[in-house]
């Protein structure tokens, strides 16, 4: 058995909610027997082909972007190739060049994807796209969605519906690092014993701004981790509000990531749009037994964090009610570790990595025929 994955970006080049969940089935579905390899575009110059955690990443050359829609004349070529070999190809979308490369080179494979998110930003070029997005869709032998929350609020999903199956997002624990005694004081000593914490990219739907606003008037330690493109101006709301207890960390390595999970006393993850349409860190929070506050966008991040549960939940956009969640998280620590105990729990029961991969691969082995 082999399969293809296809998207723009991928491990080790770029690290993402996609990127690594293509990392978690890749790696989960070697030790399965079911070879992997990863087709995805970077700028960088470096090998064409290496291989990673035992499955092989391909890179085709990036040549240009439009509309944040990543093109390659050469991932014509290096897509059939890879294609042929393949006994399943596995889609990861939103990404439309990808459905250009699937029509152009014909190649007549069992297919299954990943619908990730809905379109939601470009939606005046969604309207030129849209009849080849439907005939793409149209073309999957299966597709895979990632939370029965969004197979029942996405309307585009609503069509294909007799072909969708659900299978939630894992992270496999293992592969995250121990911190170390050291690394642990470190971050102990300089943010504090008790602080909330965000990770992510720092991008347009993450709705730190609307956290930006619910921090006026707290003195509550918040950590956000990650880099992104709105990086810059979200410290100068920061500042333009007086906010001192906002620590911003940028990109740090994996080891400290954990680290702040292991110590920090909940996240927050304050999404608002449906582009979040699971929520990778949020689901880190529950492995590490966290208590979460997220934003009930009809996606899967009150899929992962069940309300009055695992954490709360709150309006999007309202940072009055996420100023008052963060006010009674704060002050109620007991039922603060009951909810983190409560969506650790959840995460072993739903969500661990080996879960999701079986899924997959029982899902490969029926499109190719056993």
């Not at 007549?108 to 990943?114: A, N, S």
């Not at 993850?269 to 590490?288: D, K, V």
Request: some cysteine; overall charge positive; aromatic content about 12%.
């Amino acid at each position: 058995m082999r399969v293809l994955h296809f998207y723009k970006t991928s491990f080790p080049n770029s690290i993402g909610g996609v990127e690594t969940v293509i990392n978690q089935i890749a790696r989960g579905a070697n030790k399965l027997g079911v070879k992997t390899d990863v087709l995805s575009l970077t700028r960088e110059r470096v090998p064409r082909t290496i291989e990673i955690d035992g499955y092989l990443v391909h890179r085709a050359r990036l040549d240009m972007e439009i509309a944040s829609t990543s093109f390659s004349m050469s991932a014509f070529w290096r897509f059939a190739q890879l294609a042929k070999k393949a006994d399943v190809i596995h889609y990861h979308f939103p990404w439309p060049f990808m459905d250009v490369v699937h029509f152009a080179t014909m190649v007549k494979k069992p297919t299954v994807m990943t619908y990730h998110s809905d379109i939601i930003r470009q939606k005046y070029l969604l309207k030129i796209y849209r009849p080849l997005q439907r005939k793409f869709l149209g073309d999957m032998t299966r597709i895979v969605a990632t939370s029965p929350n969004y197979l029942a609020s996405s309307d585009v999903l609503a069509k294909f519906k007799h072909k969708v199956s659900v299978i939630p997002i894992g992270l496999d624990k293992a592969t995250y690092p121990m911190p170390s005694p050291d690394k642990l004081t470190y971050w102990r000593e300089r943010i504090g014993p008790k602080f909330f914490l965000f990770v992510g990219v720092i991008r347009y739907y993450k709705g730190l701004h609307i956290l930006m606003e619910a921090a006026q008037g707290t003195d509550y330690p918040i950590v956000i981790v990650g880099a992104g493109p709105i990086e810059k101006e979200l410290k100068i709301q920061a500042a333009q509000l007086g906010l001192y207890n906002i620590h911003f960390l940028g990109f740090l390595l994996e080891e400290d990531k954990v680290a702040l999970l292991t110590l920090c006393y909940g996240v927050l993850f304050p999404s608002h749009l449906r582009s979040e349409a699971f929520g990778i860190s949020l689901l880190e929070g529950a492995m590490y037994g966290k208590p979460m506050i997220s934003s009930e966008i009809g996606t899967g991040t009150t899929f992962i964090n069940i309300g009055d549960e695992t954490g709360l939940v709150v309006p999007p956009s309202d940072p009055l009610a996420l100023r008052q969640a963060m006010r009674y998280l704060w002050e109620h620590p007991e039922q603060a570790a009951d909810m983190g105990r409560r969506a650790e729990a959840r995460y072993w029961k739903h969500f661990t990595g080996d879960q999701m991969v079986g899924e997959y691969v029982k899902l490969y082995h029926e499109l190719a025929g056993g």
